[in-house]
T-cell receptor, first 114, second 115 residues
Framework: AQSVTQLGSHVSVSEGALVLLRCNYS??????LFWYVQYPNQGLQLLLK??????LVKGINGFEAEFKKSETSFHLTKPSAHMSDAAEYFC????????????FGTGTSLTVIP | ETGVTQTPRHLVMGMTNKKSLKCEQH?????MYWYKQSAKKPLELMFV???????ENNSVPSRFSPECPNSSHLFLHLHTLQPEDSALYLC??????????????FGNGTRLTVT
């Protein structure tokens, strides 16, 4: 079975500080991994994805994530938080052999303190 | 207009009403999805359509009835809903080629309140 765990439903950082949002997955086959962001009253927007190749993936708005197979993790980072980064962040996993099924985490709400 | 458009943005309905949610994608994608988003829960996949054919129905109660008349439009017909059905309903689309899984493109959702 596939599942996604996001540690910490709420994360607060100061403006300019490092952002670290954690995601761990369980999977019996190599996964495809995604991070989405949701701003208030909007749908989810793709931040970045890992499919194959380089394990450090860069996305939009200065975010990046690293796939670590040995730790079954795909943590999201950003060196310096902006006020505009305040949003809900979702990690998701999908496999080529499970049809159209995405498995989402429960989300992490990021607050940026001025 | 680009992306995935959902209407209405907000809907309040009584338990005996019948209403429909509409989704339109302008991306030329071949797959469309309905998701339910409730607070503090993972997104729940409800239905998937590939090339207008329903390929997944994740044990959704029959009071939710999807319709996909073409690859650009998706509806969710609602009748005799329960208060616990109140949630944000998200439509998404993707271009699936059978190879690497494609990311989902989401609409802004319909906030449904059942009274």
């Amino acid at each position: 079975a596939q599942s996604v765990t996001q540690l910490g439903s709420h994360v607060s950082v100061s403006e300019g500080a490092l952002v670290l949002l954690r995601c761990n997955y369980s999977s019996s086959v190599p996964p495809y991994l995604f991070w989405y962001v949701q701003y208030p009253n909007q749908g989810l927007q793709l931040l970045l994805k890992y499919t194959t190749g380089a394990t450090l993936v860069k996305g939009i708005n200065g975010f990046e994530a690293e796939f670590k197979k040995s730790e079954t993790s795909f943590h999201l980072t950003k060196p310096s938080a902006h006020m505009s980064d305040a949003a809900e962040y979702f990690c998701a996993v999908r496999h080529a052999n499970t049809g159209n099924q995405f498995y989402f985490g429960t989300g992490t709400s990021l607050t940026v303190i001025p | 207009e680009t992306g995935v458009t959902q209407t209405p943005r907000h809907l309040v309905m009584g338990m005996t009403n019948k209403k429909s949610l509409k989704c339109e994608q302008h991306l030329g994608h071949n797959a469309m999805y309905w998701y339910k988003q409730s607070a503090k829960k993972p997104l729940e996949l409800m239905f998937v359509y590939n090339f207008k054919e329903q390929t997944e129905n994740n044990s959704v109660p029959s009071r939710f009835s999807p319709e996909c008349p073409n690859s650009s439009h998706l509806f969710l017909h609602l009748h005799t809903l329960q208060p616990e059905d109140s949630a944000l309903y998200l439509c998404a689309s993707s271009q699936d080629t059978g190879g690497e899984p494609a990311p989902l493109h989401f609409g802004n959702g319909t906030r449904l309140t059942v009274t």
